[in-house]
């Protein structure tokens, strides 16, 4: 018989090795902040704690823990039991984590133990992760940092995702940045996204400073934002550019703004819904910036886009697209990112195309 797991305080192990949580707070608490490892099981729904943690203001603990009982029992307490048991057997190197280690956690860990099974939890639970996190961010705020600009389409984040040294922001906010930057999977919450940023930098690194490659990205990707210290050393950070060429741009961005979402959407809808909310991604991303375009360009981008999606419903090309996409780039994006680059011009420290930049930074991270 191998020895019980203690409990554990190693909160950078946790996070280091995406150690499987089983987390027990209610659906309300998880949905505000996670850990990236972390599934909810809940001890209680979000109707049972609102009543027990108003008997506990009302009446005191020991009261709290009896109602609590009363509400957990029989065959709910079983359906719960039989979940947790489960997660138990899949991750035997895992963890029972409450909002602060206290009592929902040790309750969990004794019907477990009640029923066989010894299976340690978090102290401190989400709280004390949290804090971590939130430190472990501060902390890696002040290194060295390398930020890869360029326009829409010369594949920056496909080349940050493949340098050791890279941190996808985007990735970890479910979001590419732009007004047609919204993926199939909804946006983390604010919390969650700077939890799965710490554990992302605290795998990047150990004990040591490394430099960072990051995108050059605005305060928001989406409706998140970049934490304050991180953004502000970002501010400060050299510029590497990628300057493709305009037709190379155009065929990366067809294939991931209409070729990947359109089967992103087909594989988790039926055909009629899939192709119905695909067309809508796509229009809002246009709507959100009608005011840009100018109310005609707006109206004829639209026709355009109605007519590609027909298109490529019925004959599966995406080449219609390319009849707005063109002159989006070259009216709107393009414009845009040059006046913002034009402010950084000192920041920049080499341009070239997607292979030189590529080469360029493996070299130096």
Same mark, same amino acid.
């Given at each position: 018989?191998?020895?019980?797991?203690?409990?554990?305080?190693?909160? $950078?192990?946790?996070?280091?090795?995406?150690?499987?949580?089983?987390?027990?707070?209610?659906?309300?608490?998880?949905?505000?902040?996670?850990?990236?490892?972390?599934?909810?099981?809940?001890?209680?729904?979000?109707?049972?704690? /609102?009543?027990?943690?108003?008997?506990?203001?009302? +009446?005191?603990?020991?009261?709290?823990?009896?109602?609590?009982?009363?509400? =957990? !029992?029989?065959?709910?307490? #079983?359906?719960?039991?039989?979940?947790?048991?489960?997660?138990?057997?899949?991750?035997?190197?895992?963890?029972?984590?409450?909002?602060?280690?206290?009592?929902?956690?040790?309750?969990?860990?004794?019907?477990?133990?009640?029923?066989? /099974?010894?299976?340690?939890?978090?102290?401190?639970?989400?709280?004390?992760?949290?804090?971590?996190?939130?430190?472990?961010?501060?902390? +890696?705020?002040?290194?060295?940092?390398?930020? =890869?600009?360029?326009?829409?389409?010369?594949? @920056?984040?496909?080349?940050?995702?493949?340098?050791?040294?890279?941190?996808?922001?985007?990735?970890?906010?479910?979001?590419?940045?732009?007004? %047609?930057?919204?993926?199939? /999977? *909804?946006?983390?919450?604010?919390?969650? %996204?700077?939890?799965?940023?710490?554990?992302? &930098?605290?795998?990047?690194?150990?004990?040591?400073?490394?430099?960072? /490659?990051?995108?050059?990205?605005?305060?928001?990707?989406?409706?998140?934002?970049?934490?304050?210290?991180?953004?502000?050393?970002?501010?400060?950070?050299?510029?590497?550019?990628?300057?493709?060429?305009?037709?190379?741009?155009? #065929?990366?961005? @067809?294939?991931?703004?209409?070729?990947?979402?359109? *089967?992103?959407?087909?594989?988790?809808?039926?055909?009629?819904?899939?192709? @119905?909310?695909?067309?809508?991604?796509?229009?809002?991303?246009? %709507?959100?910036?009608?005011?840009?375009?100018?109310? #005609?360009?707006?109206?004829?981008?639209?026709?355009?886009?109605?007519?590609?999606?027909?298109?490529?419903?019925?004959?599966?090309?995406?080449?219609?697209?390319?009849?707005?996409?063109?002159?989006?780039? $070259? #009216?709107?994006?393009?414009?845009?990112? +040059?006046?913002? &680059?034009?402010? !950084?011009?000192?920041?920049?420290?080499?341009?070239?195309?997607?292979?030189?930049?590529?080469?360029?930074?493996?070299? +130096?991270?």
């Amino acid at each position: 018989m191998h020895n019980a797991r203690l409990n554990t305080q190693h909160y $950078e192990h946790l996070l280091r090795h995406d150690t499987p949580l089983i987390d027990v707070r209610a659906p309300v608490e998880f949905a505000q902040g996670a850990m990236p490892a972390a599934l909810n099981l809940p001890l209680m729904s979000d109707d049972e704690r /609102v009543a027990v943690g108003t008997c506990y203001k009302q +009446r005191g603990q020991q009261a709290a823990v009896e109602l609590g009982h009363s509400l =957990v !029992k029989g065959e709910l307490r #079983e359906a719960r039991m039989q979940k947790w048991l489960e997660q138990c057997r899949q991750n035997p190197d895992g963890y029972l984590c409450c909002a602060r280690g206290g009592l929902r956690s040790h309750l969990v860990q004794h019907w477990l133990k009640e029923a066989g /099974v010894d299976y340690p939890l978090v102290e401190g639970g989400y709280k004390a992760l949290r804090h971590f996190a939130t430190q472990a961010i501060e902390e +890696r705020a002040h290194w060295p940092m390398m930020l =890869v600009s360029g326009n829409t389409g010369c594949g @920056k984040t496909i080349l940050i995702r493949s340098l050791s040294a890279g941190v996808d922001l985007e990735g970890l906010a479910h979001h590419r940045g732009s007004s %047609f930057g919204r993926t199939i /999977v *909804e946006q983390p919450s604010q919390a969650s %996204f700077e939890n799965s940023l710490a554990a992302t &930098l605290i795998k990047k690194s150990v004990g040591k400073p490394v430099p960072l /490659v990051i995108e050059d990205e605005g305060r928001m990707i989406g409706s998140r934002h970049i934490p304050e210290s991180f953004r502000e050393q970002m501010t400060r950070a050299k510029i590497v550019v990628i300057e493709d060429p305009f037709e190379v741009r155009l #065929e990366r961005l @067809k294939n991931e703004y209409f070729q990947q979402m359109s *089967e992103a959407f087909l594989s988790v809808n039926d055909e009629q819904t899939a192709w @119905k909310e695909y067309g809508e991604y796509l229009h809002h991303g246009l %709507f959100a910036i009608r005011r840009r375009l100018g109310l #005609e360009r707006f109206v004829q981008f639209t026709g355009y886009l109605d007519r590609a999606l027909e298109l490529q419903r019925n004959t599966g090309s995406c080449e219609g697209h390319l009849a707005w996409l063109s002159p989006l780039l $070259e #009216e709107y994006y393009d414009p845009m990112y +040059r006046y913002q &680059l034009s402010k !950084k011009a000192g920041q920049i420290v080499y341009r070239g195309d997607y292979q030189q930049v590529e080469s360029w930074l493996r070299d +130096r991270t």
